[in-house]
């Protein structure tokens, strides 16, 4: 799964590297501070930067897989319950139990994927700050690569966070099915 920062930030992040560096006090005089070491550590802490990063990434397709995952079974639970006369209840309660708990975790679910998009937004902004230090500045052109084909690759976070609305949906469907029958 793709980190991606939102679009618009894109020209503030390049418009500002060098603001937010200058606000890390002086690398200079830091390095000088720090000794003949200064470097190394640099790409050392940077390595280790990239590999929390990923794991953040790692964690936010897990996340997706545990939503879907969840979403998908409890779709299945009212048909699983009913053929094997497991529930003995009103149907259109169990409907509407399940449509509340199934929108609610929709709704959670796009709540994580926005902080997930936050955080790899954050983590962005300070390898940003990091790259000029380093031989090759890779995220950076990355992103300047990416920039200029202009509709050509959707960013992940932009896609992503419509899955939750798109599995709400049998929700709704659910929950007006189990307003009806009540209602009867």
């Given at each position: 799964?793709?980190?991606?920062?939102?679009?618009?930030?894109?020209?503030?992040i390049k418009q500002n590297t060098n603001h937010q560096i200058e606000s890390f006090k002086d690398v200079k005089k830091l390095k000088g501070k720090?000794?003949?070491?200064?470097?190394?550590?640099?790409?050392?802490?940077?390595?280790?930067?990239?590999?929390?990063?990923?794991?953040?990434?790692?964690?936010?397709?897990?996340?997706?897989?545990?939503?879907?995952?969840?979403?998908?079974?409890?779709?299945?639970?009212?048909?699983?319950?009913?053929?094997?006369?497991?529930?003995?209840?009103?149907?259109?309660?169990?409907?509407?139990?399940?449509?509340?708990?199934?929108?609610s975790l929709c709704f959670l679910w796009y709540i994580n994927i926005n902080s997930y998009k936050q955080l790899n937004y954050l983590k962005f902004?300070?390898?940003?700050?990091?790259?000029?230090?380093?031989?090759?500045?890779?995220?950076?052109?990355?992103?300047?690569?990416?920039?200029?084909?202009?509709?050509?690759?959707?960013?992940?976070?932009?896609?992503?966070?419509?899955?939750?609305?798109?599995?709400?949906?049998?929700?709704?469907?659910?929950?007006?099915?189990?307003?009806?029958?009540?209602?009867?």
């Open positions: 799964m793709s980190s991606d920062p939102p679009e618009s930030d894109y020209e503030s720090y000794g003949s070491d200064f470097q190394t550590h640099l790409l050392e802490q940077y390595k280790i930067y990239i590999e929390m990063m990923d794991r953040v990434t790692e964690r936010r397709g897990k996340t997706n897989t545990f939503y879907i995952t969840l979403l998908s079974g409890l779709l299945a639970l009212p048909s699983l319950l009913i053929d094997k006369n497991l529930f003995y209840g009103s149907k259109a309660v169990l409907a509407l139990l399940l449509a509340f708990l199934g929108l902004r300070v390898i940003h700050e990091i790259e000029p230090y380093l031989p090759f500045p890779f995220y950076f052109r990355e992103w300047e690569i990416e920039k200029n084909k202009v509709g050509q690759c959707r960013r992940l976070s932009k896609v992503e966070k419509y899955i939750p609305f798109i599995i709400a949906i049998p929700y709704f469907g659910l929950l007006i099915y189990s307003i009806r029958s009540l209602s009867k």
